[in-house]
C-alpha cells in the first residue's frame, strides 16, 4: 500500500523545530502535519488527525517527552530528539524508533525515517524517499544555549578541545560542546579536510602548506603523522 508518513513535531524550542521541519521538508514520503511547542498541542493534534510518527524533544516543561510517549497510542511511533545523551536508555526503552542527539544533521534524521519505515513495513509513495537535491551549506550548532547557525563558506578551521569545538570563522569564533569526529560526519569532504586529531580544515581557505604545516589565514596549523599520508595526496591533486 502506497501511503504518505504524517508526522508531528514536537518541542518547546522554535529553532529546533524550524530544523526538523525544514529537514523534513525535503523528503517527499514525509509530511509534517504541525509542529507543536508542548504536549497538549500534541495531544490536540493526535486527536484530529491521523498521525503515523512523531518527532519528541524528551526534556520539556510540565510533560517531559517519556511521560508523554507513555500516553499514546502504541501505533505511533516516536523518534527521540534531544540534546541530552543521559535520556537514551529510557528513549529505546519505551521501544522508540530511534533517538536523536541534537544538532541533527539532514543525513542522520534521513536514517531514522528510514528506520521507522523499514519497522513499519510500509510502502511509501514511490517505494522510496525521495529527496530534493537542493544543496546544504551549512549547519547549525549549540552556542550560548540557542541553535546558532554557520554557513560552511564562513568556515576557516575547527580547532577540537576535548568535548568542545572552536569554529575559527572569517568575522567571529563560536564553541560549541561537540566532537570532532561527530561534526567532521556533518561537513561535505569535499569542502573540508581532516589534518589532526584537533583540527579539520576548509581546503579553499588554506594559504599555503608544507609536509608538516598548513597555513589557514596566518595560521599554522600541524599535520599529524597519521593524516600526512591521505593529507598531502588530497592536496596534491586538488
Known amino acids: 500500500m502506497h501511503k504518505i508518513v504524517n508526522c508531528i513535531i514536537v518541542d518547546d ?9 525544514s529537514h523534513l521538508q525535503k523528503v517527499d514520503a514525509v509530511n ?8 497538549i498541542e500534541a495531544f490536540n493534534q493526535i486527536n484530529s488527525n491521523q498521525i503515523d510518527l512523531i518527532f519528541l524533544d524528551i526534556n520539556m516543561p510540565e510533560i517531559s517527552g517519556l511521560s508523554f510517549a507513555k500516553s499514546i497510542n502504541k501505533n505511533i511511533k516516536v523518534i527521540f530528539t534531544t540534546a541530552y545523551r543521559e535520556y537514551a536508555i529510557d528513549g529505546f526503552n519505551l521501544q522508540a524508533v530511534d533517538y536523536l542527539l541534537k544538532p541533527i544533521s539532514f543525513e542522520r534524521l534521513l536514517q531514522a525515517v528510514n528506520k521507522y519505515i523499514g519497522e513499519s513495513n510500509v510502502e511509501v509513495v514511490n517505494s ?6 537542493e544543496k546544504v551549506d551549512f549547519i ?3 552556542a550560548d544555549r540557542k541553535m546558532m547557525k554557520i554557513n560552511f563558506s564562513e568556515i576557516n578551521y575547527i580547532e577540537s578541545f576535548s568535548d568542545y569545538l572552536k569554529f575559527h570563522l572569517d568575522e567571529k569564533i563560536i564553541i560549541t560542546r561537540e ?3 561527530s561534526i ?8 573540508f579536510l581532516r589534518i589532526h586529531r584537533s583540527f579539520i580544515v576548509c581546503i579553499a581557505k588554506i594559504n599555503s602548506f608544507t609536509n608538516e604545516f598548513i597555513e589557514v589565514n596566518k595560521k599554522a596549523l600541524p599535520i ?5 599520508k591521505d593529507v598531502l595526496a588530497r592536496l596534491e591533486n586538488v
Open 224 to 228: 599529524s603523522r597519521s593524516y600526512k
Open 13 to 21: 524550542e522554535p529553532v529546533a523545530r524550524e530544523i526538523l521541519e
Open 140 to 142: 547549525f550548532v549549540r
Open 184 to 191: 567532521e560526519a556533518k561537513l561535505p569532504k569535499t569542502n
Open 128 to 133: 522510496s524517499l525521495e529527496i530534493q537535491q
Open 32 to 39: 509534517v502535519i504541525a509542529t507543536c511547542k508542548n504536549a
Open 179 to 181: 566532537t570532532i569526529t
